[in-house]
């Protein structure tokens, strides 16, 4: 095995440095085909269970958000038609917009968003300081359901949290 001198290493790194990078050869196309290479495989489809970005990355892909956020980063309803909160913002309602439907067909109701949240809130650090500050939650009707604060809670005035794990697949 011989070795590689200085002067060979930096004319062959001249030479790779003037090929066509492989970026301008693939460029995309209107209309193509998007190929995808995660960074690892899915195992855990439940963005609440793990942290791991593939997962969170492929929730928000697959499961609606009570809300989601636009191109300009700003909190727009999703799954909620919409909510209201109290003039001294301890109560917060949400109701359901028609339409969301579970994988089987059958329709997200606000008791499943309640059991979501809940169970967002025993495992995500957020969550749990929100449920913290959180008297009741609970649903109104089959479309509506109301968050009740114990306590001011910061974050929560601004809608934030509204914004986090806190799926339903529709």
Known sequence: M????????LAAASAAALLPSPAFAQAPKRGGTLRFI???????????WTTAFITRNHGYLVYDTLFGTDEQLQIKPQMVEHSTVSPDGMKYTFTLRDGLR??????????????????????????GL???????????????????????????LDGRWVSRRTTCRS
């Open 130 to 156: 929100l449920m913290a500050h959180t008297a009741k939650i609970a649903p109104v009707d089959q479309k509506t359901f109301t968050l009740d604060l114990a306590e001011r809670f910061g974050p929560a």
């Open 2 to 9: 011989s070795r590689l001198s200085r002067r060979e290493f």
């Open 38 to 48: 995660p960074i690892g495989d899915l195992k855990i489809l439940d963005p609440i």
């Open 102 to 127: 579970w994988h089987d067909g059958q329709p997200v109701r606000s008791e499943d968003c309640v059991e979501s949240l809940k169970r967002w809130g025993k495992k995500d650090r957020f969550g």
